[in-house]
């Protein structure tokens, strides 16, 4: 029996071997490991790409979110909307300039932030909204943006799991003020290694963020204010540059897996499919269904039960942001988001890659059936 992993990089990068062998030589021989050449080209077409007039490259994508939030001089006293049900990354980075998270709950459909609910949680220490485009889903960003321009609220995409999703036409960010970019080798356009970028609107913006990214200097040895040190290493620009190339490609194998899954799960009425909001493109950074009659502890029998027979599943997240033990002293107690909190219980994600084959997905499922007829 061989086993299904949830994510496989090794099949794509079979497919680019050479060429990606050839960049990170032509690299190593350069002698250029930082700010080579290839980071700018890498800045230049991932704007293009993401239709962003200013791009900023840097380490990570919660580098990305941290340089957004500082960029925006965000910080003691201020209040961050953003979703509880998400990588921790996003509410740490507005911890860790100081700002206090505030969290909304989620649509049960999208996994998102429940829009309805927004207005209700701002404040007049509020400073902006951090909306989460989870699993590769895009928010409805009309509907956001027009929240945030009554407001006067400048907004933070994070689009870590959503590189390529579109939202009416427009990719993901775009639309916002600032997109947060991951390039974490398992996100939908993913390096050798660490890696982010922000897409940014406002070149005073993109220049702020640059300032704190070069230890708070404009000129060298000059510094301003207090700053990091976050770099897009040449290696992995020139890796990015040839599988940004292949990005489309990518996602559109991962629709074709995810429509897969929508036929063989159908049948199954334990089982609640995601879908992609009318008017976007989803990326399917993750396929996560919902045992939507399922404790958590049933949950977990099923995927035990599964990774019995080599099908590895995984669960994102299992504890919601505002239950985190870093977040006890935010003080919101059971029940303070619901959605959210059921969410945790009842996702499952299944395996998710491009080249997934039709015979390992019916295997997955039959495999989900039986583990949910064997509760
Ligand atoms: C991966 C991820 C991040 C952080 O990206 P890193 O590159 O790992 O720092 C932030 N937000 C979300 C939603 C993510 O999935």
């Known amino acids: 029996m061989t086993t299904i992993p949830p994510l496989d990089l090794t099949q794509q990068y079979a497919t680019i071997e050479a060429e990606v062998g050839t960049a990170v030589l032509d690299v190593l021989a350069s002698g250029r490991y930082i700010n080579g050449p290839q980071v700018e080209e890498f800045v230049q077409a991932f704007k293009a790409y993401v239709g962003s007039p200013e791009c900023v490259a840097c380490n990570s994508g919660t580098d990305a979110l941290y340089l957004a939030l ?26 860790a300039v100081g700002a206090t998270p505030v969290f909304v709950d989620i ?6 932030l429940d829009l309805d609910q927004i207005e209700t949680a701002i404040t007049e220490r509020t400073k902006a909204l951090m909306p989460v485009h989870l699993f590769g889903c895009p928010v409805d960003m009309t509907r956001l943006m027009a929240v945030a321009v009554a407001h006067r609220l400048p907004v933070i995409e994070d689009c870590a799991q959503a590189t390529g999703a579109t939202w009416q036409g427009q990719r993901v960010g775009s639309m916002g003020d600032f997109g947060c970019f991951s390039f974490f080798p398992s996100k939908n356009l993913g390096g050798c290694g660490d890696g982010g970028a922000l897409t940014v609107r406002l070149p005073e913006l993109a220049e702020a963020a640059r300032i704190v990214r070069e230890h708070g200097s404009r000129v060298k040895y000059y510094h301003e204010s207090v700053g990091i040190n976050s770099r897009l290493d040449t290696v992995q620009a020139a890796i990015l540059q040839i599988k940004l190339r292949y990005l489309d490609r990518w ?16 049948p199954i009425d334990e089982v609640i499919c995601p879908s992609a909001p009318a008017g976007s493109t989803h990326v ?3 396929y996560t269904l919902r045992l939507h009659q399922a404790t958590g502890e049933e949950r977990d029998r099923v995927r035990a039960a599964l990774q019995a027979q080599g099908i590895l599943t995984m669960v994102y997240y299992p504890l ?21 909190e059921q969410a945790s219980q009842q996702v499952l994600s299944l395996p998710m890659f ?11 499922v039959y495999g989900l059936k039986a583990a949910i007829l064997a509760g």
């Open 320 to 340: 919601p942001l505002h239950h985190q033990p870093v977040y006890a002293e935010l003080g919101y107690g059971p029940g303070s988001f619901p959605q959210a």
């Open 107 to 112: 649509d049960p459909n999208t996994f998102n």
């Open 354 to 364: 491009p080249e997934l084959t039709p015979e390992q997905q019916e295997r997955v």
């Open 284 to 286: 399917w950074n993750q």
């Open 251 to 266: 996602n559109q194998g991962r629709t074709t897996v995810a429509e897969r899954y929508h036929q063989l799960l159908a």
């Open 70 to 95: 500082r960029a925006l001089e965000i910080g003691p006293g201020d209040e961050v909307i953003t979703s509880p049900f998400t990588f921790i990354a996003t509410a740490e980075t507005i911890s």
